[in-house]
């Protein structure tokens, strides 16, 4: 079972920052799209960002110059920097591993992202 480990979840006013990291196996990371999505209650999952292994991103447009995504490869880590946090941020937000050449989607467990008005 492929397990990616998230962490950095927390609760933030508006305007602040959180940093959020995922962990994957190497044999996962090195080939996968690593991306975040959210999901508010009564919302369904959205993709946030998303950071192809060669380094190419992509974000949603409500997230555009405040939210980047970044991987470090030697760690087999993906990261998302949220700055000027809204309180439309606030959702839990799901990292996800996307192995093109076999379809499949892995995903972590959800950290929540709280953030006050």
């Known amino acids: 079972q492929v397990q990616l480990v998230e962490s950095g979840g927390g609760e933030v006013q508006a305007g602040g920052s959180l940093r959020l990291s995922c962990a994957a196996p190497?044999?996962?990371?090195?080939?996968?799209?690593m991306g975040w999505y959210r999901q508010a209650p009564g919302n369904e999952r959205e993709l946030v960002a998303r950071?192809?292994?060669?380094?190419?991103?992509i974000y949603v447009d409500s997230v555009k110059g405040r939210f980047t995504i970044s991987r470090d490869n030697a760690k087999n880590t993906v990261y998302l920097q949220m700055d000027s946090l809204k309180p439309e941020d606030t959702a839990v937000y799901y990292c996800?591993?996307?192995?093109?050449?076999?379809?499949?989607?892995?995903w972590g467990q959800g950290t929540q992202v709280t953030v006050s008005s």
């Open positions: 950071i192809t292994s060669g380094g190419s991103t």
């Open positions: 190497g044999s996962i990371f090195r080939i996968a799209a």
């Open positions: 996800s591993a996307l192995v093109l050449v076999t379809g499949t989607n892995y």
